[in-house]
């Protein structure tokens, strides 16, 4: 069995907690700087860990744990983030999740990287602007908004090619 197989289930509880965490993160630290001068309500970074996490999880343990782990985590959000977050996150993370899902899969044959990117730019833009409208009204923090995700994104996608780059010269 795979070192990533052995971590589906690290991977599906990290990714449902990750959006309580960063609505917690909303409600009380308002908003986080995310470089060149934009903001971002306070939880973007996790929100665009979450977004990783489940396409790590999709290759730890599978589509249908993920889909039930989708469900999970909006149903976690909706339970214990404030009111005015509920909706607004459970909606962005349901919508979101299930669009980076569909644009995932089948672009995972093409390399986990390419399908980690473009999964990606879906659903930190579908969540971004699901989320905006519906928690603010507005969409101030757009540019906050994808900026903060996108860093995630890159990073993510650095330490996944470095983790390959790694494991490739120690089977060498």
């Given at each position: 069995?795979?070192?990533?197989?052995?971590?589906?289930?690290?991977?599906?509880?990290?990714?449902?907690?990750?959006?309580?965490?960063?609505?917690?993160?909303?409600?009380h630290y308002e908003q986080a700087?995310?470089?060149?001068?934009?903001?971002?309500?306070?939880?973007?970074?996790?929100?665009?860990?979450?977004?990783?996490l489940r396409d790590l999880a999709r290759?730890?343990?599978?589509?249908?744990?993920?889909?039930?782990?989708?469900?999970?985590?909006?149903?976690?959000?909706?339970?214990?983030?404030?009111?005015?977050?509920?909706?607004?996150?459970?909606?962005?993370?349901?919508?979101?999740?299930?669009?980076?899902?569909?644009?995932?899969?089948?672009?995972r044959q093409r390399g986990l990287a390419v399908a980690v990117l473009a999964s990606n730019a879906i659903g930190l833009l579908a969540d971004s602007l699901i989320f905006l409208w519906l928690a603010f009204d507005s969409f101030a923090y757009l540019p906050g908004q994808l900026l903060g995700k996108t860093w995630m994104t890159l990073a993510a996608v650095a330490v996944i090619a470095a983790y390959r780059t790694r494991r490739t010269e120690v089977a060498a």
């Open positions: 069995m795979s070192k990533l197989r052995l971590a589906g289930p690290a991977l599906l509880a990290a990714y449902i907690t990750t959006i309580p965490a960063a609505n917690w993160l909303v409600a700087p995310v470089g060149f001068g934009y903001t971002a309500p306070a939880g973007v970074y996790l929100v665009g860990l979450a977004l990783v290759e730890a343990a599978g589509r249908a744990a993920v889909v039930a782990a989708i469900v999970a985590g909006a149903a976690l959000s909706w339970w214990l983030a404030d009111p005015a977050l509920a909706v607004a996150s459970a909606a962005a993370f349901a919508v979101a999740e299930t669009m980076d899902f569909a644009v995932y899969e089948p672009l």
